[in-house]
């Protein structure tokens, strides 16, 4: 982290563009935020036909000098890396390309400009710099419960699927055409939108022997909800108790399960 | 908490508004909880047609006995408290002025009374008459936990919002205007009445891509909420914990906080 | 629990039908579940019109027949009882008069038989005789455990009252009349429909304000339904934990924690 | 699981088909794995009008080849076992037959082949092959937990049976039948949709007695979600801890089952 004496234009660009642990990295990084934000809402209102009516040529300049902007920060980015190829297909290098690009394109063809909205995933650069603040422990703590728990979510939610696709099937069968369970991938959507007990309506049971077939996805949809939650829980407590606890054990007895912050054995008083 | 002898009427007054650990304190906590239910339900039934019909008029002077009665007190909290500017700009002291200023408002302006509705904020001070009940413990044991929560929830409240306008801008490019996801902010509006698995089914995909995606919106929503339960869930039991722990301090070096099973000192190492 | 040599038969008849540690006692409890059973399915398929249409007779007939079972019941529990007042005032026993009531009463007033739906409410004599079977420990656990969380489950729902009631009111004011806000206790049915994330659409916002403060009522609704999990889950935890330790400290070195099972302190082998 | 010298062609043939410990069984589950999801696909597909309309003929073709296969597939599991009988009665055998006499029913009944969606139960094998992955260890553990809780599962399930059914009985009373709540039937499904908060819509309260009562549905099951989940809760807990207990037995009586900090066999007292 400590910066070498000698250091070309390039690497010093690199260090604000990239990195974060330099007082003018965090300026980039806060500044950009907040042009990402900017851009966003600028889309965002751009899409309400009033706000568009109304200010639609401001919206589209602003959305140009977004595009500039993101455009300079994207050659700034290339020419400052090391290995810009690297950048270029990570995930992150493609949504900063696939924020510019629309505008490009929407000179030739137009409507491309639609794709803008896309800009919306820039929003998860916001993690990267919410990990420089005081949340970054909460951050770190909440995604080590989360990576032990993936393997049994996973097994979870592959159920959850098998289900859906049976029981949507069931109800392809049970149910009538016209009912709006029209066909299969109709029928699981369906199974999806109840068991997640989301429940739009806009396709329901008709027949009595679909909705008892329903009534019964529904329990398991409210029932099953507790084997995620049981496993986060548990993993947020496994991840608590790490962080909590020194695996030290005393020198003297031999014991374990002392605080962190523990100088001494609790059981015997000898220095740990 | 002793009344000193000497006492003033204005501190006695204080003392009877302001705090609770009086007779006359409890009494006036309970009058007051009572007179703001009673003025909220008699905005509640004048705001229905038919009871309005019937008993417009009662309501009508009901609404200005209350206005007068909170005027009363509005102006003895002013006249007995040391710093009234105080008051006056706190949150609560705001609201008690909400509750009457709509009824004098409306003799110049009609409609004004309208704003009546807006008593129910005054429901936020059941909460300070609940605590000189037994809830008292029960409260403050809640309330330890999800102060510690809030920012770990905050983080999953940040994640969620990112998430809905990622997904919503992402629908809005998918469907058709035509279905409801006729701008962004309505898009994003879909994506949370989704992902809350509220479903009203107000706006609901048509394509069966958007349907695919909302499937995955569902889906996310359905499994997310494990998070903020695994962390409340985890911060009740360290709250339940810590109401374990021995409150015993070291007789060597006075620090606090060891295991209920500890025997010796966790920092210095003397007999506990 | 050992039947004295000397019963009368008003004794013997009380030990059948109110209690269930005899064979007869058991037996009838069985024999009641099913008559309660057959009864509410009699009522439930009468209800539908097409079984109604095709076996009104039959329905008609079997209902009289349940009735006159139910009143002989009540009167053998009237005349077996010691204290007769006493039951009939208590919730079964009110229970029970309301299930045999309607059909006397549909003999003077036409209608009255619609009020045998009441019926449903002997289900509650299901849990006593639960009860009897091997489900006894569970129930007996899980009942500890939510009654110590009521307190604090009871805060929470206050709480989510006085939100809904605030929320509704200011939902109230926001929405126009027309979108079914219609006053505000309609208002408040919509705030709970959201915030239970129930959303079955019959009310949704239509301003953009609207939907608006409908996303923060249902990020709200999406996350306090933590806090009710947290508890229950924890005060199950304390209740599985008071089951399986012992509360015994070793008599020879003081120590806790011991499982149920154990013969010799686990911290010294010393006999417990 | 070490392979007898002398084993018939059947007994090879029943461990490639039945078991999966050596690399034929293990090709042979993932080969039938993928034939049971390609089938799915086919059927999915079809039953989209647009599909069916384009790619009719083939998805017939391809059905039939999938029965001809499933048929030889279920041939060889009757010849290979010793006790076939066994295997056709049992779940997983009933499951493979209705996976392939719909077609075969199909050239006699028109209409018969619409069964065929009953092969989506066919992904029920799917666990099977899981077993085989690194899950095993992970669904063991899931399983576990869910087992343990079982009991008291069906225990909030009854509870929530018998509360839809008086709730729903309620309703029948209190609505109009022209709101949807024509019979009790009816009016039960409604309760299941509100109090497991699926919410569609389909049927929704009309009268203010009828929101009230629904109001009360909705918070119930807002709030008894929590029961579940505490229950799944602690027995993953339960299971983890199970995992992390000791595997260690008591050198002296060679009992097992000690906590991970215990020094002395908790039933003898011998040093472990």
Known sequence: MEPKPSKTWRERLQEIIFESNTAAGKAFDVALLFAILGS???VMLDSVTHYHRLYGVLFFRLEWAFTLLFTLEYLLRLISIRRPIRY??????????????????SIFYVGAQSLLVLRALRLLRVFRIFKLTHFLTEIEFLSVAIRASLKK??????????????LGSVMYLVEDRQNGFSSIPESIYWAIVTITTVGYGDISPVTPLGKFISSIVMLIGYGIIAVPTG????????????????????PSCGRE????????????????
């Open 88 to 105: 270029i297909v990570s995930p992150l290098g493609l949504i900063d390309l696939l924020a510019i690009v629309p505008s490009y394109l």
């Open 153 to 166: 979510i996973s097994i979870f939610m592959l159920t959850v699927l098998m289900l859906v696709t049976i």
């Open 40 to 42: 966003i809402l600028v």
């Open 231 to 250: 496993i986060i829980t548990n993993e947020i407590a496994a991840a608590a108790r790490n962080k909590n606890h020194s695996s030290e054990s005393c």
């Open 257 to 272: 399960g002392h605080d962190a912050d523990a100088v001494f054995c609790k059981f015997c008083g000898h220095h740990l």
